[in-house]
C-alpha cells in the first residue's frame, strides 16, 4: 500500500486540483458555492466543466455521468462519451458548461409514487457543486462521476439527496435566527456534519453461490443454528484473520484514492462480520462518500473471492448489520453545537441545541423509526442487537442531571442566572470524562455529537440526515419563537426557555436499557410510539402535522410526502414477494428432492439389512416416517405461504398490501423456514443442496 498522503484524492477533482486548473477568480467564486453555502455563479460553470473534462482525459476518462440517488435506493448513472463535433464537423472532446450544470436521462423506470405517468418519461440532474467530481474505475476504463440531484421535468423531487440539500438549508436558517436572538453575530453560517459507520458481512464466494436466498434476497431465508454462532462472544474485537486484513488494506487504499478518509477497521459482534468508520466530514460529502465505499466494498471483496453483504440480516440467530449515524451541526466560528467549551455562551447554545433536538424527538420522534424503515431492516430493529422500535435520547448521567438541575430552577433571577453561568463553564468535563455510552439507545449523545443508531447497512444515510435536520430546525424555531414572546429580561430568556423545554421534553429522556422489558412498559406509560413494522412506521408520515412540517420548512410538498411514501411501500412489497416467491421455490427445487434422497437412502439401507437376513433395526424405520413428515410439513408450508401471497396480491393499494405480506405473509414463512430448518437437520450433509449456517460464519 502506498503512502496515504501520496494516494489520498488522486480520483478526486478536490480542491487542490480546482485550484491547480482554474483561474483566482474563478476558483473563489466556485469556492464560495462550495464553502460558503452561496448560489453557483453560473458565469463559470465553463471554465470549471473544461477543467474537469481536461483532469479527467489526463487521467484516462473516456466518459462522465451525472450521479445521483433514486428514491428506489442505491445509486444511478447514465455515461455519455466527451465525443462531440467541433465547428468545422471534425471529432473532439468537450463537456460544455450546460452538460456540467445539466442532463437529461429518462425518468419513467425509476418509482415515481404515483406522481407521474410512465410516458411522462422526462427527469432532469443537475449538478451538486459541493461535493466534489471523482473517477470511477472498472478495470482500465476510467469515467467522471458529477454528483447530482434529479427532479422531474415540472420540478417534483425525485431523490434522496435534494431533499437533504433543503433540510440543511432548513437548519441553518433556525439556527442562524437563534443565533440572533441571543446577539452571536460573529456567526454567519451553519455547517451540518456526519460520520456513518459501516457494518457488513463477508462471506465465501464459493459458498454465497450456493445459496439462491443470499444470491436473490441478499440475505438466508432458511438456515438451521450452528453449534458455534456468536455465543463465544470471541469475535468482537478479535484478532483479524490474514485474508481479511489483507482485504481491508486494499479495500482502505481504494478508498483514499477517491478522497474517503477511512479511519478504523475491526471484527463486529458475530461471525465474518465487521465494520469500517471514518473521520466525521461535512454531511452531504459523507453521505455521496458512503455510497461509494458501499460501492467500492464488492469490487475488493470480488478480488479476494469473497463477498461483501450489506444487508442488515444475513443469517438468523446471530447479530444484523447496521449504519450508526453520527451527526453535528457548527457554524463559520469553529464551534460544535454538540461539544461544550470553556464558554458559558457556547455552552449556552450547546444546551439550547439538546432541547432543540429534544423537542423535534418529542414531536415528530416517530417519524425516526419510521424514516430506517424497510424490509431490510425491519429483522434488525427491536432485537437485542440494535436499537428498538421506541424512540428515545440518551445524555448520559452527568448531562441529565445537569439538565434536571436547570429545568428546577424556577423563576430565573440574576443570582441564579449567574450561578448557572458559572456552572456552564465547568460543561467540557462531560465531553470525554463523566458521558459513558448506551449502545441500546437509538439517539444517543457521545460527547461531542448525537449517534443515531437505527439506520439499516443497506439504506442511504440521506434521509436519516433530512429528518434529524428537520427536527432540529423544528426545535430551534420553538426556541427562538419562546424567546421572542419571553417578558424576561434578556439575558434571562433562554434560560427561562430551555427550563420550559426540558420539563416539556423530559419523558423523551432515558438513561437506561432500552432492551430491557421494563423500558417497553414505562415507555407506553410516557406516549412514546412503538410501530413494529415497516407499513406501521410509514403511515406516521401521512399525519397533517408531518406533512405542514415538511411543507414549512420548503424539503417536501404534500404530494412529494405521498409519493415518497407510496415509493417505499411499493418496494417493501416487491422485496417481501421476492423473499416469499424464492423461499417456495427453494423448498421445492432444492429441499424436498433432498428429503427424497434422505428417505431413499434409508430405504435403500433398509432393505440391504433384510437382504442380508439381518434383523431390521427400527429406527431407520423411524427415521423414515420423520423424514416423510417433514416432507409433508414442507408441502402444507408452500401451500400456506402460496396462498397467503395470493390473498395478499388482491388488495387494491400498497398500504393494505404492505400489512398483509407484514403479518400472514411473514409469519406463513416463519411456519416454512421451520420445516425446512428441521429437514437441514435430518438430510446427510452431502445431500444437502446449500451451504450451511456454520460454514457461511467460519469459512472465508
Known sequence: MASVTKIFGELTFSKKVMAEKLSKDVYSKLLATIEGGQALDESIAGDVAHAMKEWAIENGATHFTHWFQPQRGGTAEKHDAFLSYGKNGEIVDRLSARQLIQSEPDASSFPSGGMRSTFEARGYTAWDPTSPAFLLEAGDTKTLVIPSVFLSWTGDVLDLKTPMLRSMKAVSKAALRLQGLLGNKKVKSIKVFGGPEQEYFLFSKQLFETRPDLIICGRTLFGAQPAKGQQMEDHYFGAIKSKVIEFMEDFDNELYRRGIPAKTRHNEVSPNQFEIAPLYEEVNLAIDHNLQLMDIIQKVADRYDLVAVLHEKPLGGVNGSGKHFNMSIGDNTGANYFEPSSSPQNNLIFLLSLGALMLGVDKFGGLLRGVVADAGNDHRLGANEAPPAIISVYLGEYLDAI??????????????????????????????????????????????????????????????????????????????????????????????????????????????????????????????????????????????????????????????????????????????????????????????????????????????????????????????????????????????????????????????????????????????????????????????????????????
Open 403 to 700: 439538565l434536571n438541575e436547570i429545568e428546577g430552577i424556577g423563576a430565573v433571577t440574576d443570582k441564579k442566572l449567574s450561578e448557572i453561568y458559572l456552572g456552564l463553564q465547568d460543561l467540557p468535563k462531560v465531553a470525554k470524562d463523566t458521558s459513558d455510552r448506551n449502545r441500546t439507545s437509538p439517539l444517543a449523545f457521545t460527547g461531542n455529537k448525537f449517534e443515531f443508531r437505527a439506520v439499516g447497512s443497506s439504506q442511504n444515510c440521506a434521509e436519516a440526515a433530512t429528518l434529524l435536520n428537520m427536527l432540529m430546525a423544528y426545535g430551534y424555531n420553538e426556541i427562538a419563537d419562546g424567546i421572542e414572546k419571553s417578558t424576561a429580561k434578556s439575558d434571562a430568556k433562554a434560560i427561562e426557555v430551555l427550563e420550559k423545554v426540558l420539563k416539556k421534553t423530559k419523558h423523551v429522556r432515558f438513561e437506561g436499557n432500552n432492551y430491557s422489558e421494563k423500558w417497553h412498559k414505562e415507555a407506553a406509560k410516557r406516549g412514546l410510539p412503538n410501530t413494529k413494522n415497516t407499513p406501521e412506521a410509514l403511515e406516521q408520515f401521512l399525519q397533517k402535522d408531518v406533512i405542514k412540517l415538511y411543507e414549512s420548512m420548503g424539503i417536501l410538498t404534500e404530494k412529494e410526502v405521498h409519493s415518497k411514501i407510496e415509493i417505499k411501500l411499493e418496494a417493501y412489497n416487491k422485496i417481501k414477494e421476492i423473499e416469499f416467491k424464492t423461499a417456495m421455490n427453494m423448498a421445492k427445487t432444492l429441499v424436498m428432492p433432498a428429503i427424497l434422497k434422505q428417505i431413499g437412502l434409508l430405504a435403500d439401507a433398509n432393505a440391504g439389512i433384510k437382504s442380508a437376513g439381518i434383523k431390521t433395526i427400527s429406527s431407520i424405520a423411524s427415521d423414515i416416517k420423520e423424514a416423510n413428515k417433514v416432507y409433508e410439513a414442507l408441502q402444507v408450508g408452500i401451500s400456506g405461504l402460496n396462498k397467503e401471497l395470493t390473498m395478499a396480491a388482491k388488495a387494491d393499494d400498497e398500504l393494505k398490501k404492505s400489512k398483509l405480506m407484514a403479518g400472514k405473509c411473514v409469519a406463513a414463512l416463519d411456519k416454512l423456514r421451520v420445516a425446512v430448518d428441521t429437514a437441514e437437520e435430518l438430510v446427510a450433509d452431502e445431500l444437502w443442496p446449500m451451504a450451511k449456517y456454520q460454514e457461511l460464519l467460519l469459512v472465508l
